[in-house]
C-alpha cells in the first residue's frame, strides 16, 4: 500500500506532460484564511525552508507539492558504486527506485525540483523559495495580484513521507495593491475548482485563536463535502491563545465534529524564523509544549502525528478512489482511440489516397441520391428523398394550383375570337382563337417547369456539403482537396444546368409547336357544341328570342365600335367591361364553348409536362451527374502535379491528431502504472 501514493504522483507526470486534466487524481488541498498558518503547516510537514514569507497575502498562485521519500544519500551512493543494492531492493518500495533512476547523479540529501524547469535541480532551498517568488510574480505581477496557474514543485527527502499537497491562496476579505475589488470571490472560486474534485481531501487549517465556528475554510468544505468524509481539520498557533484558556473543547470535536480528525500544531513564531530557529527545534518544542498543556492529546498531535495521518489518510482514500480511476483511464483510452482514427495516418502515398477520397465521396454521393448512404439525417429530407419531393410536392401541387382558364376573362376569349374572324361576323368558333387563347395557357406551365429545375440544381448542390459533414471525414483533413472537389462538382452541375433548362424548355416549346385537337382524350368540339347549344336551348323561350337577341346584340355592338370621341365608346382590349353589358346568348356560347375546348386540352398538357419534367430533369441532371461525377474528379485532380498540393493537411486537423495522440500515449502509460498495482497491494 506504500506505493499508492508514488503511483498517483507519476500518474500526475503523465498528465501534465500533455497538460490536461482530464483525470481528477487524489491529493490533499490545503485551504485557510489568509495568515492562518498554511504554509507553516507545510514546512513542518517537509521540515525545511522553502516556501516564501512575509505579512498579508504570500501565497498567489495554488503550489501543487509532491514530498516523495527516497533513501539516505550514503544508501545511495553505495547504490550506485553496485553496492548494498540488495538492502536497497528490500527496504525501497518503488519509490526510491523511481528517484535513483530518474536523478542518478544528485549528490543532495534532499532536493526538489520544477516542473517549469525541466532538468534543472535544487538542492538549495532557498533558490527553491526565490523561484517561487519570481514564477509567481511572472503570471500574478509583484503587486498582491493572484493567479490560479499552478506550480508544480516535487521535493525528495529521506525525511518526509509520500504525500501530494496543493497550497492555495488564502481566503482574504479586503483587496490590497493590485488585487482586483472581487478579489474575495475569485479566491473562493480558485478554492472551490480544487476541493470540488471528489477525488481529493480537504486539508482545512484555523487558528486556535479564533473563532472555530466563524472559519471560512470549514464553511467552503462543507459546502462540496456536506457529509465530511474528505476532510481534515488542522488547528493551528496553538501556542497564541488567551492566558487561561486553550483548544481542549476543540480538539476533541465537542465544539464542531470533524469526521477525519482534528489535529492542534505549533507553528513557529515569526522570531523562531527571524531568529533562524531550525525545524528540529521546532518540532522539540511543539512536543515539549503539548505534553505540558495537553498531555492527553500528545500523542495524537503535532506535526509528526499530522504528516503520518495525512498519508494514511491519502494512501487509503487513493485505495477507494482506484477501480473508479481505472475505469476512467479505461473508457478515456477508447474515446480517443476512436477519434484518433477518425483523424486518419499522415499520407505516405499520395496516389492511392487521392483515388481513394475521391471514390470514397463520388460513392457517398451517389448513395445519398439512393438513399443508401451510412448517414441518414432523420431531421429534414435530404438527397434523392427531398429530389422526390420537389417533383411531387413541390411541382407536382404547382401545376395543380393552376387555374386553366387563371388570367383569361370572357372580355378576352371575346376578342379573341373577333380578330379571328376579321371584318366578317362569325356563325362558327374560329379555330383560331381556340389555339391562340390554349397557347397562351400552356406557356404558364413553363416557369414551375424551370423552377422545378433549379431546385433539384440547389438540392445537389447541398448534397456536396452533406458529404463532406457527415459521410466523409478525410476531406475536413485536406482543405485544399475539399475546395477542389466542391469546384469540380460544382462545375459539373453548372455545365448540366443549361442543357436541362434548355430541354425543359423545349417539352413546353413541343406543346406549343402543334395543338393535337386529335388527342384521344380531347373532347370532340362537335360534342362541346350540342353540348351548350342544348343547355341554351332550354334556358331560351323560342326562336324569337333567339332572333330579338341577335337584333340587340347588333345594336349594341354598332354603339360599342362607335367613334372613339364619343363617351360611350368602348375599347374591349385595354379597358374591363361594363357592369352594365350583358352578353348575349351567343356570346355566352362561344364562350362556353371556348372555355370548356381550354380546360379540356390544358388539362391533358399539364399532366404531359407534370409527367415529363421530372424524367427530363433525373436523365439530363441527376442520372449524367452521377454516371460521370467520378470520372469527371479523377480526370480533373488526378494530376501528378497537383497531389502534393491538395494532400496538404489543414493545421487543425494536425494539430489535433498530435494532441490526441500524446493523450492517448498519456492515458495508455496511466493504464499501465495502475495494472502494476496489484490486488494485494491495496490491504
Request: proline share 4%.
Amino acid at each position: 500500500m506504500e506505493t499508492l501514493i508514488p503511483t498517483i504522483n507519476r500518474l500526475q507526470e503523465v498528465f501534465l506532460t500533455v497538460g490536461a486534466e482530464v483525470i481528477q487524481l487524489p491529493q490533499i488541498v490545503v485551504v485557510g484564511s489568509q495568515s492562518s498558518g498554511k504554509s507553516s503547516v507545510l514546512e513542518s510537514l517537509v521540515g525545511r525552508d522553502f516556501l516564501p514569507r512575509g505579512s498579508g497575502i504570500v501565497t498567489r498562485r495554488p503550489l501543487v507539492l509532491q514530498l516523495v521519500n527516497v533513501a539516505p544519500l550514503q544508501e545511495r551512493l553505495k547504490t550506485e558504486n553496485g553496492v548494498g543494492s540488495a538492502r536497497s531492493s528490500m527496504c525501497g518500495n518503488g519509490v526510491k527506485q523511481n528517484a535513483q533512476f530518474s536523478y542518478p547523479g544528485v549528490k543532495a540529501e534532499e532536493w526538489g525540483t520544477f516542473l517549469h524547469c525541466k532538468n534543472q535541480i535544487f538542492a538549495d532551498f532557498q533558490e527553491i523559495r526565490r523561484e517561487i517568488e519570481a514564477e509567481t510574480e511572472r503570471t500574478s505581477g509583484d503587486n498582491k495580484g493572484i493567479s490560479p496557474e499552478p506550480i508544480y514543485l516535487k521535493i525528495f527527502s529521506p525525511k518526509v513521507l509520500n504525500l501530494t499537497l496543493v497550497d492555495l491562496p488564502g481566503i482574504t476579505k479586503v483587496p490590497v495593491g493590485d488585487q482586483p475589488e472581487d478579489i474575495e470571490a475569485q479566491v473562493e472560486e480558485m478554492i472551490s475548482s480544487f476541493i470540488s474534485n471528489p477525488n481529493c481531501l480537504i486539508l482545512t487549517v484555523s487558528p486556535a485563536n479564533s473563532d472555530l465556528a466563524t472559519s471560512d475554510a470549514l464553511k467552503l468544505a462543507r459546502e462540496v463535502d456536506t457529509d465530511g468524509r474528505r476532510t481534515l481539520l488542522v488547528v493551528s498557533k496553538l501556542d497564541l491563545m488567551d492566558a487561561g484558556t486553550d483548544a481542549l473543547e476543540v480538539l476533541l470535536g465537542r465544539v464542531i465534529p470533524v469526521r477525519l480528525g482534528i489535529i492542534g500544531v505549533v507553528n513557529r513564531s515569526q522570531h523562531d524564523i527571524n531568529t533562524q530557529k531550525s525545524l528540529e527545534d521546532s518540532m522539540r518544542d511543539e512536543q515539549t509544549f503539548l505534553q505540558r498543556h495537553y498531555p492527553s492529546l500528545a500523542s495524537r498531535a503535532g506535526t509528526r502525528y499530522l504528516a503520518k495521518t495525512l498519508s494514511r489518510l491519502l494512501m487509503h482514500h487513493i485505495r477507494d478512489c482506484l477501480p473508479e480511476l481505472k475505469t476512467r483511464v479505461t473508457v478515456l483510452s477508447s474515446q480517443y482511440q476512436a477519434r484518433l482514427n477518425g483523424y486518419g495516418q499522415p499520407v505516405e502515398d499520395h496516389s492511392s489516397t487521392l483515388l481513394q477520397i475521391v471514390t470514397k465521396f463520388a460513392s457517398d454521393y451517389c448513395h445519398t441520391i439512393e438513399g443508401t448512404a451510412r448517414y441518414i439525417q432523420t431531421t429534414e429530407l435530404c438527397g434523392g428523398a427531398r429530389i422526390c419531393y420537389i417533383f411531387h410536392e413541390t411541382f407536382g401541387r404547382t401545376l395543380q394550383s393552376i387555374d386553366p382558364l387563371g388570367g383569361l376573362t370572357e372580355l378576352d376569349i371575346l376578342t379573341a375570337i373577333r380578330n379571328a374572324t376579321g371584318p366578317r361576323p362569325a356563325l362558327f368558333v374560329p379555330e383560331v382563337s381556340f389555339e391562340l387563347l390554349v397557347k397562351r395557357q400552356i406557356k404558364r406551365l413553363e416557369e414551375p417547369s424551370m423552377r422545378c429545375v433549379e431546385l433539384v440544381h440547389e438540392e445537389l448542390q447541398r448534397i456536396i456539403q452533406h458529404c463532406s459533414s457527415f459521410s466523409t471525414q478525410e476531406l475536413l483533413r485536406f482543405p485544399k482537396l475539399h475546395d477542389s472537389i466542391v469546384e469540380v462538382v460544382t462545375g459539373l452541375l453548372r455545365k448540366r444546368l443549361p442543357i436541362t433548362n434548355e430541354m425543359v424548355h423545349n417539352l413546353v416549346s413541343i406543346e406549343l409547336a402543334y395543338i393535337n385537337t386529335k388527342h384521344p382524350d380531347f373532347t370532340d368540339a362537335a360534342q362541346v357544341c350540342a353540348s351548350v347549344n342544348s343547355q341554351q336551348a332550354e334556358a331560351l323561350d323560342g326562336g324569337m328570342r333567339w332572333k330579338n337577341e341577335k337584333v340587340a346584340e347588333e345594336r349594341v355592338a354598332a354603339a360599342g365600335f362607335g367613334s372613339p370621341s364619343k363617351g360611350q365608346s368602348i375599347n374591349l382590349l385595354d379597358t374591363a367591361m361594363p357592369v352594365s353589358r350583358k352578353l348575349s346568348a351567343k356570346e355566352q356560347r362561344d364562350c362556353e364553348i371556348i372555355q370548356r375546348l381550354i380546360k379540356c386540352y390544358f388539362l391533358i398538357v399539364r399532366k404531359s409536362i407534370q409527367d415529363s419534367v421530372p424524367k427530363t430533369v433525373m436523365h439530363f441532371l441527376v442520372n449524367f451527374v452521377k454516371e460521370h461525377l467520378q470520372s469527371e474528379l479523377v480526370g480533373q485532380l488526378y494530376k501528378q502535379q497537383l497531389l502534393q498540393e491538395l494532400l496538404i493537411e489543414s493545421q487543425d486537423t494536425a494539430q489535433q491528431r498530435t494532441e490526441v495522440a500524446q493523450m492517448l500515449e498519456a492515458l495508455q502509460k496511466a493504464n499501465n502504472i495502475i495494472s502494476e498495482i496489484r490486488e494485494t497491494h491495496l490491504w
